[in-house]
């Protein structure tokens, strides 16, 4: 089932938590809602779901209208934060739940329910808990029982706030590679609250970057990684560095170097900010053409990759770069040492007046 | 695995940094036991010794008398309303405080503690002020012959306002605590409001509730100050058991009295006795508060 959300504005007193937010998630799709907190992200889940109503804007499924749908008329499966499992019912009792609530008429007998929640036991491989009381599971466990529960009512839609906010790095790894395997076997739409760039890029098909109750980007993770379009993504997606500079005519001028920004043609003598990964960052031992002069600060050479620091000579900002350990030894750079930076795929944006 | 349990936290104790010496420990656990022994464990004592002095058929006998029947009853029927009132009054009241957010809700939590704060002799003196003769409703509750003061009314209304905080008090900490996710929860799976607050909100706290009960249904029984004020002591009529003793002992019934008052005694020991059932019981039911709990008597 489509999600459609149209031009949504939510408030909480004074604080503007969704501004005239619009977003549209096929059928299907896993999709990550991303940004720090009190960005509005976890509004605008609660939203779709139907636990806060907007000031402004209207909700559709699958076309339909269902704005003015109550929380339990929109029969979407939500996973909490913090599980929010009955804790005084057993693992059986939260996953039947649902089933057992359901109006008389369309309540199952109690052998297939036994069967449904027996397999969806299964399917988050708990079966040997089912009659465990949620204090007695791990963190990990929890979730993926409120998971199950979530899916017994065999919802349309799944919405996930920060799914694996409260657990273990080590834990969290494990279950995000499970979450997008079982998306990849029942193909619910699903739309996922978090905070971690890493876990949004990983798992999810589509990634909404939010920022301050607005959209800032929509699209896959390659093209909020590798292509911001905001300033704000840039920095909220990874390590940037950050050149201040003047356009004019179709080039940037940083410091003493020219580079080539065909996007901006247009503009005369503005100034603007120039935003380059730290592994778009070429460094040579010798003048090769327009390059930064800079003095290496520190060195970190941890991983498969080895991170520097650099001082540039004609100012006071610092550059990060990124070299592989090959390219590292080939240069054999210490702290001290002169070198020249040239930025590659560097994203230009003006200046606000 | 109780015990070992118990007996694993003392032998660690004398090694803990906040372990006292042997003897600081002796003084004062032995003043702590002469304390509870004089002012608690002997006037129970007396009260049961008073009450068998004239021996078990005299004891018997006094309940025998009407006026001591009567006294029970009432007890019972205030009890049996002012209860099943109170209970749902409190839930409510702490639905709406522990699950909402809303204007004046810091007001009526002080309102409901007022009863709590007020002495109970002057909470009676409202209710006569309002409902009697010379109040402000006298005139017309007198003109539609509908008597509230000096009358059963009036003792079940006063121990419904003295014992109004009980069960709300236990309950909004709770709900407070527990928030509303769960309950949401419930409502995205498909719950309507009636099961989401009979399969979700009250099991949760149903061992408060009970606990707020009790303590509520000791207080509606035992309550005198109030009820003092509007009931008028016709006996045989308006005296509740506690207003009941009070008449005897002035009698110089000591007898009759005491027996009375060994009933209230009794109700007192088993209050105390379910209590610490439901508190066992919600301990074992929540494995973080028993931890925690057997930190702290440790």
Known sequence: MSIEVRNITKS???????????LEVPTGELVALLGPSGS?????????????????GEIFFQGENATDRSARERRVGFVFQH?????????????????????????????????????LLKLVQLDFLADHLPSQLSGGQRQRIALARALAVEPQILLLDEPFGALDARVRQELRRWLRRLHDEIHVTSVFVTHDQEEALEVADRVVVMNE?????????DQVYNHPATPFVYHFLGNVNLFHSRVHAGRVH??????????????HDAPALAYVRPHDIELDRVRDGAMIEAVVRDVRAVGSLVRLELDRVDGDEIIEAELTRERYIELDLRAGEHVFVKPRNLRVFLKEA | MLTEAAIGPGRIITARATGEPALVRAVLIGA????????????????????LDKGIAAYFNSFREPAALAAVRLTLLTAAVAVPFNLVFGIAAAWVIGKFDFIGKSFLMTLIDLPFSVSPVVSGLIYVLVFGMQG?????????????????????????????PFVARELIPLMQAQ????????????????????????????????YGVILCNARAMGEFGAVSVVSGHIRGLTNTLPLHVEILYNEYQYVAAFAAASLLALLALVTLAVKGVIEWKAARETPIRRTRSREGDA
């Open chain 1, 213 to 221: 109750g607005r959209i800032e980007q929509f699209g896959t993770p």
């Open chain 1, 254 to 267: 940083i410091g003493e170097i020219e580079i080539e920004a065909p996007e901006h043609l247009g503009t």
């Open chain 1, 12 to 22: 909480f007193g004074d604080f503007k938590a969704l501004d005239d937010v619009s």
């Open chain 2, 32 to 51: 702590a036991l002469v304390f509870l022994g004089l002012f608690l464990f002997v006037p129970l004592a007396v009260v049961f010794a008073q009450a």
């Open chain 1, 83 to 119: 599980y929010a499992l009955f804790r005084h019912m057993t693992v059986f009792e939260n996953v039947a739940f649902g089933l057992r609530v359901r109006p008389r008429q369309h309540r199952p007998d109690e052998r297939t329910i036994r069967n449904k929640v027996g397999d």
């Open chain 2, 179 to 210: 928030g509303s996710e769960e309950e949401e929860a419930a409502v995205t799976l498909g719950a309507g409001g009636w099961q989401t607050f009979f399969r979700v909100t009250l099991p949760n706290v149903k061992w408060g509730l009970l």
């Open chain 2, 136 to 164: 402000w409703l006298g005139p017309w509750l007198a003109d539609h012959d509908i008597k509230i003061i000096f009358a059963v009314p009036g003792i079940i209304l006063t121990t419904m306002f003295v014992t109004f």
């Open chain 1, 40 to 56: 509005g992200k976890t509004t605008l889940l609660r939203v779709i779901a139907g636990l806060e109503f907007p000031e402004r």
